[in-house]
């Protein structure tokens, strides 16, 4: 099966095996958004270990799929200083979603209104929620492409099974994701339907990133090393601002990092595996 994956995405090209990556990744969500049509409520445990589980994702994402190759090909292209491009990529990822995060008005899961982070505004907790998620979903997204487009290049330490997997240990967290936007809203009176429509709304963005980060190293191979630790350093720095406080506002702190362990070994196992 990952066999056949990894060649129709050979032959589809990475701009269109990215998009169809973060299609996949984006349906996940709608998967798990729509756990609304069936449950108005989730256990607050269960909630907990799943958002734990979504970090440990990301973080063995980011070194797994992302700094380790980044560093392997710049000791090839940047004899001086190797770890310079990969170093200033990763640090410049994470200023990126830093400045997102202090523009964007928006609103961390199991936070109270009075907390919403960013430039002040009267929108609904809500489209706060939305948000929060889509800024999660930025440097996913990203991350995806980017790897289907140094696969496409030949970088060393990428492959397109690699690329596969990424999307695939993605996708499994976006479950959660979903549930994070469309549980609350259901919980505060919103229809299932319309819970439904703005969890899953909350991953549109992925495409649009995932053919965005494609397109671009597709054409600059040089910059490969900048681009991967970019996208590694835009996704730890959600997880330790964002993703890790959400899991600690409970008393279900020892299931979330159990959670976040379970996510960071399947994340390794399907990228050591399949990659």
Do not use: C
């Not at 710049?74 to 200023?95: H, N």
């Not at 601002?241 to 399947?266: C, H, N, S």
């Amino acid at each position: 099966m990952v066999e056949q994956i990894e060649i129709l995405a050979t032959e589809l090209g990475p701009v269109k095996a990215a998009l169809l990556a973060t299609v996949f990744t984006w349906l996940m969500t709608a998967l798990g958004a729509s756990i609304v049509f069936f449950f108005k409520t989730v256990n607050r445990a269960f909630f907990d270990s799943m958002l734990g589980f979504t970090g440990g994702v990301m973080i063995a994402a980011s070194f797994w799929s992302l700094l380790n190759p980044s560093l392997e090909y710049a000791k090839d292209i940047y004899p001086v200083f190797p770890w310079a491009p990969v170093a200033g990529g990763f640090l410049l990822g994470g200023l990126f979603i830093f400045g997102l995060d202090k523009l964007l008005p928006h609103l961390h899961i199991n936070f109270q209104k009075s907390e919403t982070e960013g430039l002040p505004t009267t929108w609904h907790k809500s489209t706060l929620l939305l948000l929060a998620i889509t800024l999660h979903n930025i440097p996913e997204g990203l991350a995806i492409g980017i790897l289907f487009g140094a696969a496409a290049q030949g970088l060393d330490g990428t492959t397109i099974a690699a690329a596969v997997a990424l999307a695939i240990g993605i996708g499994v967290q976006n479950i959660p994701e979903g549930m994070a936007v469309s549980m609350p809203l259901r919980r505060n009176g919103a229809s299932r339907f319309k819970a439904f429509w703005y969890g899953q709304l909350s991953a549109i963005v992925e495409p649009m990133a995932g053919v965005l980060g494609a397109f671009a190293v597709l054409y600059m191979k040089n910059v490969l090393p900048f681009a991967l630790s970019f996208a590694a350093g835009a996704m730890i720095f959600v997880v330790v601002e964002e993703v890790i406080p959400e899991t600690q506002r409970d008393k279900y702190t020892d299931l979330a990092t159990l959670g976040f362990m379970l996510g960071f070994v399947v994340m390794m196992i399907l990228d050591v595996s399949l990659g």
